[in-house]
């Protein structure tokens, strides 16, 4: 298997160095989460238009938000001799073994999006935001925009385990220390998905005296504050105003929800993870030379005075 890889990936180096390559010969396997939001969506289009614009052969595996068959996948990438990895990680932790094996078969795996407990020997780099910083940044704007009088929180979770929903609560829960009057008083998963976070909020209004005692929806991501805003307009309170609502990704949708004054911030993830790591994994290929460990994505706040329906009609076609 060794010797393989690294007859394949000499060609591939050569071909590149040459410039005779077309990238065409280059084959990375991506083992995707799932499609269990918008943004999921988005990430996975715009990451075969990125191998499709470089002529990579992108072998693609949809793990149902299952991590078995992430590593079934990883398995099966490495029995092809595939000459890279591109892995988003569904959960943190379990991944050293099937990297060990990556490794052993001198492949290189870069993380999308979600990062992962795991010595970083095993992984070339990752393409992520800076999700802590995604969570303190709506954690300050409820603190700026909620006023000085006591607001109780109820937290919408990603899903358990993975680096974002443990993140971004870190980021939120940084935000309002020092805050007093601000408390999170529910928090559950509602594993990034409309549908579940419809049901959890729910729950936190029956729970809340009907939702009156609740200031604040904070979700991990505009799926679940989509769902969440659904359950708060059948509890016959209005989202956004008697319920604030913050949420993160910057979907289409939440920018419908913001003009029509049910949402109240959120804040932007590009899905365009597999570009800095197309890039990166070109410049490995041709000089070997190892990148940091981390290239960060840019994080931007939005509010209803970002023109909520021109932002919505310029990503409304991005594949979300
Ligand atoms: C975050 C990403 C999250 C999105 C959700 O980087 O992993 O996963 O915020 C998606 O929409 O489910």
């Not at 490995?284 to 939005?302: A, F, G, H, R, V």
Request: a negative charge; one cysteine or more; glycine letters at 8%.
């Amino acid at each position: 298997m060794k010797l393989k890889n690294a007859l394949l990936s000499a060609t591939v180096l050569a071909a590149c160095m040459f410039g005779s390559a077309s990238a065409a010969e280059l084959v990375v396997g991506f083992s995707q989460i799932g499609s269990e939001s918008g943004w999921r969506a988005a990430e996975t289009t715009v990451t075969k238009q990125e191998a499709e614009k470089r002529g990579v052969d992108l072998k693609f595996s949809d793990a149902q938000q299952k991590q078995e068959n992430q590593i079934k996948a990883l398995r099966s990438f490495v029995a092809q001799g595939v000459n890279a990895i591109f892995l988003a990680p569904v959960v943190e932790t379990g991944w050293d073994d099937v990297l060990k094996e990556a490794k052993e078969a001198e492949i290189p795996v870069i993380l999308l999006d979600r990062t992962i407990k795991a010595p970083d020997d095993l992984y070339l780099t990752a393409v992520t935001s800076d999700q802590v910083h995604e969570g303190k940044v709506a954690g300050e704007w409820l603190v700026k925009n909620a006023g000085d009088k006591k607001c109780n929180i109820v937290e919408l979770q990603g899903t358990t385990g993975s680096s974002p929903a443990i993140a971004r609560k870190k980021g939120f829960e940084v935000a309002l220390a020092g805050h007093d009057n601000f408390k999170i008083v529910r928090s559950q998963t509602g594993d990034f998905t409309r549908a579940k976070g419809k049901e959890v909020m729910e729950s936190f209004l029956k729970a809340e005296n009907g939702g009156k005692d609740i200031c604040a929806l904070y979700a991990h991501n505009d799926d679940m504050a989509v769902g969440g805003i659904q359950a708060i307009k059948e509890a016959g309170l209005k989202p956004g105003k008697d319920i604030l609502v913050v949420s993160i990704d910057a979907v289409p949708d939440i920018f419908q929800a913001m003009a029509a004054g049910e949402a109240n911030a959120t804040v932007e993830l590009t899905p365009n993870m597999a570009g800095p790591a197309f890039d990166v994994l070109d410049a490995y290929l041709t000089d070997k030379k190892e990148p940091p460990k981390w290239i960060q994505t840019e994080s931007k706040l939005y509010t209803p005075a970002d023109d909520p329906m021109k932002v919505y009609e310029a990503k409304k076609g991005l594949g979300y």
